[in-house]
């Protein structure tokens, strides 16, 4: 009896224990006006348990412990957490995150609260951009901001981007946006390789005049502006990441791997030609080229498939290591980073060394003062020369085991250039800022900063006797370049930023800087060489050697200033000026304004009761920008030198006049005439702005629409011969680029009580650009000859995008010769087999006045999507970026396995013509393709480990990626339709598909 009733006092027990535990609890949660909250997400920390406030904010939760911790998280507000313990009711009280709401956006010469922007400007903070295998900053920013195109059209290592925004405003210098780090103005996007992505903060992409005139003569092309991170205060954090990369050639090798196939080929192509066949079982220049029927029956032996020989599995290793911290008189940060990338074409190699120190400190009760600092170390490895198209018929080695050269001059074996021919280069940059910040009053402050980058690079070549062109003509050839650069820059300037009474805020800004470049180079070029012992260690042991050099320095004065007022924050006005003053100009000062609006429409009482719209802003901007990308002193008379023959000796002479090669280097063009009414190029922007944010947030919508002219264009032009030269920079032109980009972000599912939540976001852009004038000029050559056609095949036409081509319309191809008569061709032209060339001004011949305009390198629009989703620990994320509409000269379009579609007697066909060794094609509409593509740029799929009770580690994720999984085109024999932003395609380094695995790791 007595054990059966401490039975039932242990029963009592356990069952009122486990009462206890399996709590009920019950709740209200609201904002600080005491509205309620629905869609609230209330979740037991550490758990798959949760629930969701109803309408009227209310929650209910059971089955809970009193050791339980409830977690309160809504969209803009601050997350809030309640210990259970025992208690039957919790009621919790939500805050709006104030730094959501008066997040500040980073602009020239100060920051601006988001709700207050009238300039079109696209925030990006790098946590949230995928992780990719890339050595370049540019390239993380492809797909990310609308209007921002980011073009990669080289699979190579330690390669720049092409990046433009808004499209092409200039035809002289560059038509990248400024990239603008921690406030100092770096240069132009694309190559910017010495900052380590791993040390940034967040990107600004400011687009419109408002955002952008403030940096007058650099801003015409848009500004990026990079904020790397700071310290912190608090105790120090160390984070490390490591990352390991296997780069592979995609698919779709343009090559004739199969050496009969090959045979046949290259036979027909010089049969063809009316040429006498190679492989025929016969002996050519002191190689033996065996038969088609030795090759097939396998009585030759060999067979080599070149892209085996020539690409690789590469490998990429990219550590860093950080620490930040600090106290309420200083802060601290530092960084130290090591990439080392292998090329998928063997002899390919880039690596980089960064470290990077940032410290701010209070030295005084109102004055702060901070120093950033960025050391970075390059070398590169560029043996690479293709050769996956060599004959495939002929082996790597021959029987002695040394290389085999086809024929006596053999100067483009692929393993020559990787393991015989020197090409590297060595570089280092110093990036330096000092600043100093002076609080005078609550309202005005002042702010001084030097900065300085520093340059210097070290180019390495050498080609051994007898085994390249070089080599041999010379007898070995060897050369260094040495290239050195310094920047220098102050900015200083005053901000006045007040609240006058209770809706009143007014920000003046008022500066001047002073900026100065210098840049030296030298070439030493050696020809001649006893052997190749030294290679290009001494180039004085050379038969003869050329020395070259030469340096310039280009400063500009600026004084700008920015007003901005806001009232109530619903009107918003926003005023800029700067007067720039620039040495390589003949007119050396101009001046760029902008002025903008805004109107916040849903701060009004007639707004109130839409309780779906979050926020809506109309804006509205118009301003100007500058250029001044010429050479230095080009409004000058210049004088260069030249050797010239007088019948016995070779002497050097001076006078007025330089020179440059044409693109085939044929001819010299004479140029160096000044022009004394060389002017500022002015490019003014008018952008109209909508965004919009409904359903807490959940859908956050932006428009733009704009229209950039640019008048005064710098560019080279042709002058009467007479004059004594052939061309001289001049301002005339005008052009212009309008469209508009769409941006969307949507959280298509929050988190809830699961864990689970999913977020989409895109962006469309389309840009139209026209040459509107060019002068009394109605037809411009818009770059050099190609050798393929002879001729330049790009213009400039008005009322014609930059750079379209030019050239014959063709009809397929021609069937016989009566066809070919009849279309207007003449001789071989008009032979079966040959491309079928239009007569489109009908006068029965096919002459060059035929030639028109037959496609467009722009696209139609670009887009981009970006899913990320995340589960407990897990996250998985799509990237996407697409180009529609473009057109593609594709110069490999009859190369390599294109082969097989050609024209015979036996296989007649309307779409590529027979194979002809000597033929000479014109340029044409026929190499033209649909440059369109779909690519799944980055898929990642990461986990992050719960650390909560591990004191040391605040966060642990490890991910995999895959970078260029797929690409979805209709374009044909070329490695990637993603070509350069002149629209062709010349083959080059292929794209590879990257595969990583990475690790990150914050200890406390």
Partial sequence: ????????????????????????????????????????????????????????????????????????????????????????????????????????????????????????????????????????????????????????????????????????????????????????????????????????????????????????????????MITTKSGKKGKMTVNLSARTSLSTLPSGQNIVSNPEDYAIFSNEARRNAKLDELYTGQEYLGTYYPSVAEIHDGSWG?????????????????YNISARGGNDHSKYYFSLGYLSQEGINIGDQFDKYNFRFKYDSKIYRNVTAGANVIVNF?????????????????????????????????????????????????????????????????????????????????????EPIGLTQKGADFNGYGRVDNYYDLDLLNESYFTYDKDFGDKHHLTAMVGQSYQTYNQRTSNLEGQGFVNDVLTNENLSTAKTYNVSNKAYTTKMLSYYGRLNYAYDSRYLLTATFRADGSSVLANKWNGFSSFAAGWNISKE????????????????????????????????????????????????????????????????????????DLEWETTATTNIGLDAAILDSRLMFSAEYYNKKTTGMLRSDKIPPNSGYDEITVNSGEMTNK?????????????????????????????????????????????????????????????????????????????????GLASGLKGDMARPGEIKYLDADNNGQVTPEDRRVIGNPNPDFIYSINSTMKYKGFDFSVLMNGVQGNDVYNMTKFDGAAQYNR??????????????????????????EDGSFLRIQNVTLGYTFNTENISWLSRCRVYTSVDNLAVFSKFQYGYDPEVG????????????????????????
């Fill in 903 to 928: 024209w015979t007697p036996d296989h007649t066909t309307n779409d590529y013509p027979s194979l002809n060794e000597t033929r000479g094609y014109m340029a044409s509409d026929w190499w033209i």
């Fill in 1 to 224: 009896m007595l054990k059966k009733l401490y039975l039932f006092i242990a029963l009592l027990f356990i069952s009122g224990r486990l009462l206890a535990q399996a709590q009920v609890v019950k709740g209200v949660v609201k904002d600080s006006k005491g509205e309620a909250l629905p869609g609230v997400n209330v979740i037991i920390q550490g758990k798959a348990q949760g629930s969701v406030t109803d309408f009227s904010g209310n929650y209910t939760l059971s089955g809970l412990a009193p050791t339980d911790t409830l977690v309160y998280s809504y969209i803009g507000y601050t997350s809030a957490k309640a210990a259970v313990n025992h208690q039957q009711t919790i009621n919790m009280v939500l805050n709006e995150n104030l730094e959501q709401l008066n997040e500040v956006v980073v602009v020239g010469y100060g920051a601006v609260k988001k709700d207050d922007m009238t300039g079109a400007v696209n925030t990006l903070k790098a946590s949230d951009l995928p992780e990719r295998p890339s050595a370049n900053v540019g390239a993380l920013l492809q797909g990310q901001a609308a209007g921002l195109q980011v073009t990669n059209n080289t699979g190579q290592p330690g390669s720049s981007v092409s990046i433009r925004l808004r499209g092409v405003t200039s035809t002289s210098g560059s038509n990248s946006p400024l990239v603008v780090v921690d406030g100092f103005p770096l240069g132009d996007a694309g190559g910017l390789n010495q900052i380590n992505p791993s040390d940034i903060e967040t990107f600004n992409v400011l687009k419109d005049a408002s955002a952008t005139a403030i940096y007058g003569s650099r801003g015409a092309n848009g500004v990026i």
């Fill in 378 to 462: 390059t070398e590169q490895k560029n043996n690479a020369m293709g050769g996956a198209g060599r004959s495939s018929v002929f082996p790597v080695y021959n029987d002695n085991g040394d290389y085999f050269f086809i024929g006596g001059k053999d100067y483009y074996h692929p393993l020559v250039f990787a393991n015989e021919v020197t090409n590297k280069k060595s570089g280092k940059d110093i990036i330096a800022n000092m600043y100093l910040e002076w609080t005078i009053t609550k309202d005005l402050k002042f702010k001084t900063q030097m900065n300085m980058k520093y340059g210097g690079s070290i180019g390495d070549i050498y």
């Fill in 739 to 819: 469209g508009f980009e769409l941006s969307l972000d949507a959280a298509v599912i929050t988190p809830d009580a699961s864990g689970f939540e999913w977020n989409v976001k895109g962006t469309l852009s389309k840009n139209i650009n026209t040459v509107d004038k060019i002068g009394n000029n109605q037809f411009v050559w818009w770059g050099g000859n190609v050798d393929k056609f002879r001729t330049p095949i790009t213009v400039m036409i008005p009322g014609q995008p930059l750079g379209a081509f030019y050239g014959y319309k063709t009809n397929g191809i021609i069937q016989s010769k009566e066809d």
């Fill in 302 to 318: 060999h067979a080599t498939n070149w892209a085996d020989v020539v690409y690789r599995n590469a490998l990429t290793h990219d």
């Fill in 605 to 676: 009482n007639f707004m109130k009761d839409i309780s779906w719209l979050d926020n809506l802003k109309l804006r509205a901007s118009w301003g100007q920008a500058g250029n001044q990308s010429v050479p230095a002193y080009s409004s000058m008379q210049r004088y260069g030198s030249a050797r010239y023959y007088d019948g016995s000796n070779w002497q050097m002479g001076f006078g007025p006049g330089t020179y440059r090669y044409s693109s085939d280097y044929i001819y010299k063009i004479w140029n160096g005439l000044g022009n004394k």
């Fill in 981 to 1004: 932003v002149d629209g062709i395609n010349w083959g080059g380094y292929p794209k590879p598909r990257t595969f990583s695995v990475g690790l990150n790791i914050t200890l406390n």
